[in-house]
């Protein structure tokens, strides 16, 4: 209900703030980021030292990283967005369809202290950055699950049947999940029927279209094993809610959370500001604790606890998790969705 | 033979407080009989709980010599005309009038030969397929009427019918009323508030004051024998003059310039009326009447006649004068007002 | 006389506008999406794409039947539930909570809502520990991710739309209408039948109308509760937006879905129009 009135504050807002011509500091800038427990993070972590040290304040446009896009593309013409987190997928679409910038090391210093894997170029201009790692793992109910499982074939046995949830493509997670389960399962990848036919042998309670319908589902029962984010399985975790999570054997598909400057902003140099503000070891530290996201930004201390939750796991590091080709997954995306439609998503 | 509609000790409170009491009230086959009185009086109560959309709390309501105080109002043998007529405004004339037959179980051809018919006699033949909405207030009127009396009531209530017409249409409308209410020979009951109304449409006037019957009867009868102050008050105009009772129990009257005798007159409060026609304005004393010294102080020139205020000791008493005798009156003229005491009635109530 | 015609103009003008910026615009720059390919060279291949496929055709089936079945439960629920409101409750308080109650569905947020269905509905639901517990079933029955449990779901937040309109249509009629039809020697169920429904009809329609369009073109509320197991057209399009991004597909797949929605409405108006001699 809100959302559409916040936009259209931060609209209004935006557009009577950048109608005179300035050349010197905005009042404000507005940054595109998710929504719950996600936003509160990067508001946290971020943008309220951002507006602490320059004085500029932050207006947060609410939205997931697919929506975002959308909103980028529809206004190419006169951004009113300076500053837009966008998941790993979506980022290479939003570089794509040219709504990003370059990120030039001069104006956000503290490119040289992320890791390589986190900067993500075109050529030689620099499209997103990554600022936080999250994965997809096995995550169940520990006390209707007795043994721990350890392979991602364990959702198909006969004991968790209608008890178990994966993503949908509508979640961003959804397609490339696809993929991940034709990668383990050794199926060629030119050939997805294979891995549709095994996918609607799946007796699953639901198919998440959210992150937030998987913790509703886990939370509630409806749920007892199968597919979710790290971030999500441990905040339930946290909740004293008998939640556990593994990364299988198989091993754990992962991306990130990228930041990227928005191409025509009125507002570039405060937007490359708030870029490096997020890239500072306090700021990914800060991620790291609340959110468990992998820190892409190097020599980065989290507490032993905090370790244990990141994505790779307690001695783990960015090497360890699956980091996909989004450009195939990109070009498979219309015939995933499609496949999925027509084989799974009906009754 | 027993009377159409009978009602026996009829009570109907609403929250403790009294809309009815005790009414007893007989009509008789072809009657046309104005439920009279100033609004608030109960007349409009004493029509619902004929039609059965009241449920009294007591007594009994017999149409035909049939019981039907605990019967709902669609198992009753009479029909209503409504006050702002309730024509149903998603049929057609004819399905309207024809709606009582049909819902009565009337074959089919018989139900349109009676709804021509009704719509013959309202004057409305031909009107048959036109909407509600497509009429003026008086076909509106009309409808109504026919509606009701298609289904050859033994009893037609009608709830202010005419209030809603302009003066002109109302009188031409009282008139085929009346007409037709003869033609079909039905016991009509009409509510009214509009005395004069009343006067020229009803064979009988059932007056109504406070929840109580004041006086039945005819309405010459009632103006001229009014049984209550009400009654004197509400029909005509009339002078009410205060009675004082003395100790030897003969009355006086305006400080005692009248005295009468000791009469069967009723016990507690009386009343005086005297009808303004009642009283001879002269010079000199008229034989066989009674002359009260009296000044003028006001003339009102009414078309036919005149309005005299007269004062006489300290009480304004209004008389009604032909034109003719005005001659030789102005206002402060002392006058002589001549009047018979057997013109003058003492009727219960409080002056 | 122009000059008493300007203010009007301008004042005409700015409804106008709103009606221009928010309804025509973004309508018109969908029409030229599914009319255009992503070049922006004229085409058809999007519908022809659409309407020669059976399976949009099985999904329209589907999200048109849930739709139909949506506005048939909330009229069953709807109108007694109006007359209640209306004919029933003398005391005022009590019908204003219960019109609150009927509408709090609407304000609440999705998560909360979907989470409360979950709770409800689900295999460990209260609904399904009921049934178990009355011994009128043996295993849990599976409400989230099928058909019946989406029109739970819709008729749980659309059920207001019938409630409010046909109890406004039927607090309209003149109660004089019924002691007239009583007076006429109709029964009181003649009466309902005869008057007080056909006038109450064109409340009815108009809700029933306003319930079938929002049921055909939820998103959010078959999303949740078909855990992604059943889809319906709105999906369809949402996908084209949010995951695919081809927006001239989707702008294809609204315009095929508005018209036939339209299309239905016209039919069912038609159809219902009261018979008029």
Known sequence: ?347 | MSSILAIDGLSKHFGGQPALTAIELAVEQGEFIALLGPSGCGKTTLLRCIAGFLAPEAGTIRLAGEDVTRLPPYRRPLNTVFQNYALFPHMSVAENVGYGPRRQGVAKDETVKRTVEALELVGLAGFGARLPAQLSGGQQQRVALARAIVNRPKLLLLDEPLSALDLKLRKKVQGELKQIQHRLGIAFLFVTHDQEEALTMADRIVLMNRGRIEQIGRGQDIYAQPATRFAADFIGDANLLVVERRGDGSFALLDGAITLPVANAPQGELTGVLRPEDILVTAEPVPGRLALPAVVSEIVHVGSHASVALAISGTTLAARLAPSALAGLSVGRPVLANIRLADLRLVPGDA | MSRTLRPVLLLCALPGAFFVAFFLAPMVVVLIASLTTPAGQPTFAHYVRILADAYHWDVLWVTFRIGALTTLVCILIGYPLAWYLVRIVQWRPWRRFCVILLVVPLFTSNIVRSFGWMVLLGRNGLVNDGLIGLGLIERPMRFLGTELGILIGLVYILLPFIVLAVGNALAKVDPALEHASADLGATPAATFRTIIFPLSLPGLMSGAVMVFMLAVSAYVTPALLSGGRITVFSMLIFQQYSSVFDFNYGGALSITMLVLTLALVAIAGRLSEPRRA
């Open chain 1, 1 to 347: 209900m809100t959302r559409p009135i916040r936009l259209a504050a931060a609209m209004l807002a935006t557009t009577l703030l950048t109608a005179p011509a300035l050349a010197q500091q905005p009042s404000s800038i507005t940054v595109a980021w998710y929504g719950g427990n996600w936003g509160d993070a990067f508001k946290a972590c971020v943008a309220e030292p951002f507006t602490k040290a320059t004085g500029i304040a932050v207006n947060a446009e609410i939205g997931t990283s697919t929506v975002t896009l959308a909103k980028l593309q529809q206004q190419k013409s006169a951004p009113t967005i300076d500053v837009a987190w966008m998941d790993g997928g979506i980022s290479e679409l939003a570089l794509a369809a040219a709504v990003t910038d370059n990120l030039d090391p001069a104006a956000i210093p503290n490119l040289a202290n992320t890791l390589p894997e986190a900067i993500y170029k075109s050529g030689v201009a620099t499209y997103a950055v990554g600022t936080g790692y999250y994965s997809l793992g096995l995550t169940y109910n520990t006390q209707k699950v007795k043994a721990a499982p350890t392979s991602w074939n364990d959702l198909w046995k006969p004991e968790f049947e209608d008890a178990v949830t994966i993503p949908s493509p509508a979640n961003s997670s959804g397609v490339p999940f696809v993929m991940f389960l034709s990668k383990i399962w050794g199926n060629p990848s030119g050939d997805l029927s294979p891995t549709f036919k095994k996918i609607k042998d799946l007796k699953a309670a639901l198919f998440f279209d959210s992150s937030g319908a998987a913790t509703n589902a886990y939370q509630s029962g409806e749920a007892i094993i199968g597919a979710h984010f790290n971030v999500g399985a441990w905040d339930l975790a946290d909740k004293g809610l008998p939640i556990g999570f593994v990364v299988p054997k198989e091993g754990a598909w992962a991306t990130d959370a990228r930041l990227h400057l928005v191409k025509g902003t009125p507002k570039k140099e405060a937007a490359a500001k708030f870029i490096n503000q997020a890239l500072t070891p306090e700021a990914s530290g800060c991620l790291a604790e609340k959110l468990y996201l992998g820190p892409s930004v190097k020599n980065v201390v989290v507490k032993p606890e905090t370790a244990r939750k990141l994505p790779w796991g307690e001695t783990g590091s960015v090497k360890n998790l699956q980091l996909f080709d989004w450009a195939e997954i990109n070009g498979l995306r219309a015939r995933v969705v499609d496949e999925w439609n027509r084989q799974i998503a009906r009754k």
